[in-house]
T-cell receptor, first 116, second 114 residues
Framework: AQSVAQPEDQVNVAEGNPLTVKCTYSVSGNPYLFWYVQYPNRGLQFLLKYITGDNLVKGSYGFEAEFNKSQTSFHLKKPSALVSDSALYFCAVRDKAESSASKIIFGSGTRLSIRP | KAGVTQTPRYLIKTRGQQVTLSCSPISGHRSVSWYQQTPGQGLQFLFEYFSETQRNKGNFPGRFSGRQFSNSRSEMNVSTLELGDSALYLC?????????????FGSGTRLTVV
């Protein structure tokens, strides 16, 4: 069975500093990995995904994530945080070894707060 | 092009009633998935439809059901509502039944059961 963990409920960062939001996963085969962001009273917006290839994935709004197979991690990063990055971030995973149905499992979410 | 449209945006129901939520996917998208979001449980997968067929189902009681029409629009129904069903219900559409094509989410329907 697939699962994903976001160990931090909240991450606080000063504007201009680098940020990292952590994510670890568990799948039986190789993973598809995703990051989504949610602003208040809105649905989820896609940030980036890892399917295969280069371990460093670049996404929207200057975010990037690094796939680390040995540590089963897919941490989200940004070199310089903006106040507007404050939101709820979700990591998600799907096991390539599963059937063709595209069920994606989400982590519990990490609230990112950027202080001016 | 228009995004994923969920109606209604807000809904207040009484315990024991039933409710139907609607999701119109992006034009051309044939896969629709539903998720329930609550502060305590996070995002939980309800079901996924592709070309009018339910492809996958989460661990929810039989009170939760759904369907997809030939135009890919989807509805989910919850019968005999309980207070714990209060949540934000999110619909996501995809071009095909593969995460390679990515999910696009609607803004959700916030259901409050009183």
């Amino acid at each position: 069975a697939q699962s994903v963990a976001q160990p931090e409920d909240q991450v606080n960062v000063a504007e201009g500093n680098p940020l990292t939001v952590k994510c670890t996963y568990s799948v039986s085969g190789n993973p598809y990995l995703f990051w989504y962001v949610q602003y208040p009273n809105r649905g989820l917006q896609f940030l980036l995904k890892y399917i295969t290839g280069d371990n460093l994935v670049k996404g929207s709004y200057g975010f990037e994530a690094e796939f680390n197979k040995s540590q089963t991690s897919f941490h989200l990063k940004k070199p310089s945080a903006l106040v507007s990055d404050s939101a709820l971030y979700f990591c998600a995973v799907r096991d390539k070894a599963e059937s063709s149905a595209s069920k994606i499992i989400f982590g519990s979410g990490t609230r990112l707060s950027i202080r001016p | 092009k228009a995004g994923v449209t969920q109606t209604p945006r807000y809904l207040i129901k009484t315990r024991g009633q039933q409710v139907t939520l609607s999701c119109s996917p992006i034009s051309g998208h044939r896969s629709v998935s539903w998720y329930q979001q609550t502060p305590g449980q996070g995002l939980q997968f309800l079901f996924e439809y592709f070309s009018e067929t339910q492809r996958n189902k989460g661990n929810f009681p039989g009170r939760f059901s759904g369907r997809q029409f030939s135009n890919s629009r989807s509805e989910m129904n919850v019968s005999t509502l309980e207070l714990g069903d209060s949540a934000l219900y999110l619909c996501a559409s995809s071009l095909r039944d593969s995460p390679l094509w990515g999910y696009t989410f609607g803004s959700g329907t916030r259901l409050t059961v009183v």
